[in-house]
């Protein structure tokens, strides 16, 4: 199982405290959505767990093995980024495969798990086209199926839907809400700045605020399911953000 434990963290770049004392428990099968204002240090604290960043102080255990010093290809995570981040001169099949085989799984696995993907996202039909003629929601959906190809336990996904419309961004939406039941087991840590996909995604939504007196350290403002943070905001703050009704 899953779980993934922070303790005591920080981050610092240069002098500038980004995190300061987080202290965060995701179960596994939890869908966590980190929110927050602009520039509050969501992306930097999924970082931090992909292993994309080091932490400055602090301990993240992932799974019962603390996994400060392990790289990321050993955190069994994988990560879906907002710009997609595919290969452009790669086709379809071409990028979900590229992560496998660099992990030496044998030819016959890579094609049923690509195959498998891509009936879960809709992708059958565009396995050997290019990224350039994708549209946008379906390059996103083939950089959520190269993340599904590695079957990795935690899936952390960093805003994945700002760069759609909005239409796409409902459609998306819906699909990896489903994608997080058919998977199970699987734990998302999932960054947005939009209420709307916290409020509907999320079993635990943690919510991160800038904190001046702390010389710029941003801390956990709260932690919880998205009805208790509607209901019973811990301060004014999170009335605020969250739009409790006061
Ligand atoms: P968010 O994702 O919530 O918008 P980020 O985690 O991207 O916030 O950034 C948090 C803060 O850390 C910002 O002030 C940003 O400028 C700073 N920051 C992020 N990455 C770096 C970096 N590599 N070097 C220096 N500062 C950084
Ligand atoms: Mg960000």
Redesign the pocket.
Known sequence: MSRIQLRQVD?L??D?N??QNIDLTIEPGEFCV?I????????????LIAGL?DPSAGEIEIDGRIVNALPPSARNVAMVFQSYALYPHMTVYENMAFGLQQQKVGKAEIEQRVQEASRILHLDGLLDRKPKALSGGQRQRVAIGRAIVRKPKVFLF??PLSNLDASLRVATRVEIAKLHRDLGSASMVY?T?DQVEAMTLATKIVL?RPDPARH?G?SVAQVGHPLELYHHPANQFVAGFIGSPS
């Not at 509050?40 to 604290?45: A, D, F, M, R, V």
């Open positions: 981050k770049f240069g500038v980004v995190l980190f927050g204002p602009s520039g509050c240090g969501k992306s930097t604290l999924l970082r960043e960093d805003e960054v700045h991160l710029g941003r």
